[in-house]
Structures are given as C-alpha cells and as structure tokens.
C-alpha cells in the first residue's frame, strides 16, 4: 500500500483541476494567468462559505476592474498618459481602501488584483472579467479538491483505526 501525506494528495488533486483549467482556458482563448489570478484572489479573501469566498473574491475583483478602467479613462482625458496614471494612482488607491468598509469589498488584495489585471490586459475590462470569474470558480474548485483528500485521508485514518479496534 503506498501512503501519500494529505498534503500530497491535496496538491495532486489541485493539480489536476489546474490542469483542466489550463487546457479549458487555452482552447477558449482566455488568458490562463488571469484565471489564476482570479483563483489566488479567491484563496485571499478568507471566507468560511465557499461560495461566499467565491463571489466575495470575484465581487472584489470587478471592483478592481471598475477603478483601473476608470483609471485609464482618466488618463486618456488628461492626454498625457505618464501624468494620468501618476495622478490617478494615488485617487484610485484611496478608493480601493476606503471602499474597504464595505464587507463585500474588504479584500483590499483581490481589488487590486482586478486593478492589475485589468492594466495587464491594456484595459480590456472584458477579457478581465471573464478570466477573474474563471478564476473565483477554479478557486472553488481547487478548495474542494483540497477538501475531499482531508475527507480520503480522514476516511483512511478512521478505517485503520476501527480495524485495531476490531
């Protein structure tokens, strides 16, 4: 019998979820690092409900997606580019962290990885929303992979457990 750490078996099973994503997001046309993005602000966000820790993260995410649009909105209206970033940097950081106050936007960091994201992407708001909800579900997916090999290892210990007993 080969044993594996849960550990192991956790980052095995992510890994194959990953991998799904990876080929899915290829075949799509949609940029994998922003799914990945999107799945790093997932494990960020810190909420016990799974799904609530999704749409948290993703709520954050087009948060962070409004303020870099706005951003570059700014910027192309000042018509100098350099100058327009360098101002509304400052404005759109004093935003982001305000906003905090509110439960659904408290993830200071997903927000920002919608920022930029969304500045990666040259402002293709789009494309940055798509990949960051592929992302929030990937999250998901990746958390319950880790779940169920706790649940494969737990069921393990529990059985080897009951067969001393018997």
């Given at each position: 019998?080969?044993?594996?750490?849960?550990?192991?078996?956790?980052?095995?099973?992510?890994?194959?979820?990953?991998?799904?994503?990876g080929t899915a997001s290829t075949l799509s046309g949609i940029f994998t690092w922003v799914g990945f993005a999107g799945c790093t602000s997932y494990f960020v966000v810190g909420e016990k409900d799974p799904l609530?820790?999704?749409?948290?993260?993703?709520?954050?995410?087009?948060?962070?997606?409004?303020?870099?649009?706005?951003?570059?909105?700014?910027?192309?209206?000042?018509?100098?580019?350099?100058?327009?970033?360098?101002?509304?940097?400052?404005?759109?950081?004093?935003?982001?962290?305000?906003?905090?106050?509110?439960?659904?936007?408290?993830?200071?960091?997903?927000?920002?990885?919608?920022?930029?994201?969304?500045?990666?992407?040259?402002?293709?708001?789009?494309?940055?929303?798509?990949?960051?909800?592929?992302?929030?579900?990937?999250?998901?997916?990746?958390?319950?992979?880790?779940?169920?090999?706790?649940?494969?290892?737990?069921?393990?210990?529990?059985?080897?457990?009951?067969?001393?007993?018997?």
């Amino acid at each position: 019998m080969i044993l594996i750490s849960e550990l192991l078996l956790g980052a095995i099973l992510t890994g194959i979820v990953c991998t799904i994503w990876g080929t899915a997001s290829t075949l799509s046309g949609i940029f994998t690092w922003v799914g990945f993005a999107g799945c790093t602000s997932y494990f960020v966000v810190g909420e016990k409900d799974p799904l609530k820790n999704a749409f948290k993260s993703y709520i954050s995410n087009l948060s962070g997606i409004f303020w870099a649009t706005t951003s570059i909105y700014i910027s192309n209206l000042i018509g100098i580019p350099a100058l327009g970033i360098i101002i509304t940097t400052g404005l759109v950081t004093v935003c982001v962290i305000y906003q905090s106050k509110f439960e659904i936007l408290s993830s200071v960091p997903a927000c920002f990885i919608g920022c930029f994201i969304t500045f990666a992407l040259n402002g293709d708001y789009k494309m940055a929303a798509i990949g960051l909800l592929c992302g929030a579900i990937l999250g998901y997916f990746c958390d319950q992979a880790s779940k169920l090999a706790a649940k494969i290892k737990n069921k393990n210990i529990n059985n080897k457990v009951e067969m001393k007993k018997a």
